[in-house]
């Protein structure tokens, strides 16, 4: 067994006096990947978030690359290697593409030493390689973009600070079903590459085809946890774990 990129153990977190996710556990390999799978308000973005580093753990604890990060703030997780697209995209809709795009390159200040200019220079021609709509519109406005392409800025700019985890927040919602399949051909690009991912999605067929392993959240709980390849079949997943309610479905 390689080392674990990635180990959560026990992780608590809330708002206020309420805990709202509780007793998660989460390990990654290296290059592997995880779906991180609920319904509308169970814990995902809270978790995601705290492991992010912008909500702070309550009890349990987290290591990066064997570091123990626990009490790390984002900027010193963010430069060890751990990037969030965050849910809903949020793009800067005044500035330009490429001013958002910087934004991600945080600058490193503790762990590594930071990016030099010539780095971020690099990683802005790798997205615009990776991203020939981003190069054209990079002097246009965020705002100016289209729901698909705001997405594909929002991993491009997770991706400026050349993170070893990236950590994407329901990269489809609101997105139409071709779009949304275009960002996941992305996503599973950054796969081969061998980034490890924890994708965040309330229910998805594309999601499942992409990872490794799959955890669903209920009320802040792990009520599943497994590779991919031991998971109930989807109907029961829909059912039992998620709530039948959730009917997104897809074929990529
Ligand atoms: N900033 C906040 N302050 C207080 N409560 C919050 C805050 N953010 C989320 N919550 C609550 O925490 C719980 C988990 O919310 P969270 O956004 O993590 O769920 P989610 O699984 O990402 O849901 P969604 O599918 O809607 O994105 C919910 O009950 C939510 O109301
Ligand atoms: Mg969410």
Redesign the pocket.
Known sequence: MPEPLLSVHGLVTGYGPNAVVEQVDLSLCPGESVALLGV?GAG???LVSTIAGLNPLWSGSMTFRGDTVTKAGPEARATMGISLCP?GRQIFTSLTVEENLLIGATPSRRRRPAATAAQVQERLARSYERFPILKERRHGGGGQLSGGEQQMLAIARALMSAPELLMV??PSMGLAPAVASTVYGLLRELKREGLAMIV?EESSNRALGLVDQCIVLRGGRSVLSAPVGELPDHATLLEVYLGSSTSEEVTS
Do not use: A, M, R, S
Request: charged share 50%.
């Open positions: 509308n995902k973005t809270t849910e927040d329901e965040v």
